[in-house]
């Protein structure tokens, strides 16, 4: 993977990549897919005070994976990671561990403290959530049929540093 | 309080009232207070679409409390209860609980199965957690130093009935 770069500037083609990487996971819904194109364009719309940071990983000058952060309303240094999202092309070979420690540093340097990811406790996302508690992150809540009926959230945390 | 009265339409004059609310708890940073205001602004400016619903309670024709309460995007039927404010004039009446069940009984109308509702398990706020639990709310998650150091998120949940 020597040649994994990340990038955190936004493209125009960025809405189409994050397109591309969303629906080829087969993960989510239609209307999921369009949200997560949504926070693209509303960061190349309104930049940084969007609230939507991007990490970007590129292999060999394709985008492959991406990942969405951004600050909580009404906290002091709480972070929401909104979006991980890898190529299904390129899974299985760490891209998405880099992705998250890349997305962690850019995070840092934007002051964060604490990040919440939140996934659903559908059998579906079982890797997803042994993915999050492999990269350090720490399950501190469920809310049993929150998505839907049998369909629960479940809420991850990583300290990433005292607040500041 | 019989006359105590409801309504579920914004008026232009509400985003003042709002912030007059709001104020008068003594609760709410300044920013908080311009994040109240901007939801009644969003309902105006984009109606039901906005995704934020109101209802405010009026008592002698003056408008002295109000809920906002929402869909809950990529839920089925789960919404949060953004916001509830009585002004403080009126407290210790009995508002705050009945315009808890007007805005239940406005989230029925709109689909809900499941409210949750959020605070700061700060000192101040144990009259608040003990309000919502009055209210038939179990405290369902806590997230330590969420909003702050020493500054804890609680999350309280009603079930309104099963998901349709």
Do not use: N
Not at 1 to 23: C, G, N, Q, Y
Not at 59 to 78: F, H, K
Not at 114 to 125: K, N
Not at 127 to 136: E, V
């Amino acid at each position: 993977m020597d040649d994994l770069l990340f990038r955190t500037a936004v493209k125009p083609s960025d809405p189409d990549a994050v397109r591309r990487i969303v629906e080829s996971t087969g993960f989510f819904y239609p209307y999921e897919v369009d949200v997560a194109v949504e926070l693209v364009d509303a960061h190349l719309a309104e930049g940084e005070a969007s609230g939507y940071h991007f990490v970007f990983a590129e292999l060999g000058g394709e985008t492959v994976g991406y990942g969405c952060v951004g600050p909580i309303a009404c906290t002091q240094s709480s972070f929401d990671f909104f979006w991980i999202a890898v190529h299904s092309r390129c899974r299985g070979r760490g891209v998405g561990r880099h992705l998250v420690e890349a997305c962690e540093a850019r995070m840092r340097q934007l002051g964060a403290s604490r990040v919440y990811v939140e996934t659903s406790g559908r059998e579906q996302y079982e890797p997803t959530r042994r993915f999050y508690l492999a990269c350090g992150y720490q399950e501190v809540a469920v809310f049993p049929d929150y998505y839907a009926p049998g369909d629960a959230k479940v809420v991850y945390l990583k300290v990433l540093g005292p607040a500041i």
